[in-house]
């Protein structure tokens, strides 16, 4: 899903991620930072890959168990990311990558996010106040640092 190369056996840069998000799963994703809030919410996208644009046909909410400091942090819940692989794939389908929450700040990737993000996945900010939740962005690990991609419909 993450790389594309111009010529064979030569990984180029990563391309910006096109990521789509049906309006109703974004809909869903700001539902449940608002009801989260103080504290980081968080979750999986599980959908089809391809080499252009995933598509994320389900999102699922998981424990954060970041205890002390949930209202900057998150720890998704382990077993919550093997149920989403098993019925993703028994669905022929697969984890496309990770949601959670940014409880008053933007939809920016925290130095956390980096050093704990993987290479490969979408990474679904969505930034949220105490009234509202606002930007829904994607962003992707290339090289040890994030690139933002595009939502879509």
């Known amino acids: 899903m993450a790389f594309e190369s111009d010529l064979k056996g030569v990984e180029t840069a990563q391309r910006a991620l096109r990521l789509r998000l049906p309006r109703t799963l974004r809909a869903t994703l700001r539902g449940w930072a608002r009801a989260g809030y103080p504290d980081e919410t968080c979750g999986l996208l ?3 890959s391809n080499s252009k644009e995933p598509a994320v046909r389900e999102v699922r909410r998981a424990t954060n168990l970041e205890g002390s400091r949930a ?4 720890v998704l819940d382990p077993v919550a990311f093997l149920d989403a692989d098993r ?3 028994e669905a022929g389908l697969e984890v496309l990558g990770f949601w959670h929450s940014h409880p008053d700040s933007p939809a920016v990737p925290s130095e956390t996010d980096r050093a704990r993000a993987w290479v490969g996945y979408a990474y679904v900010i969505v ?3 105490a009234d509202r939740s606002s930007d829904v962005r994607v962003w992707s690990l290339d090289k040890g640092t994030f690139q933002e991609g595009e939502v879509v419909e």
Do not use: K
Not at 71 to 74: E, H, L, N, V
């Open 71 to 74: 209202a900057d942090r998150y």
């Open 87 to 89: 019925d993703a794939r």
């Open 46 to 48: 599980i959908g089809e």
């Open 127 to 129: 930034s949220v106040d």
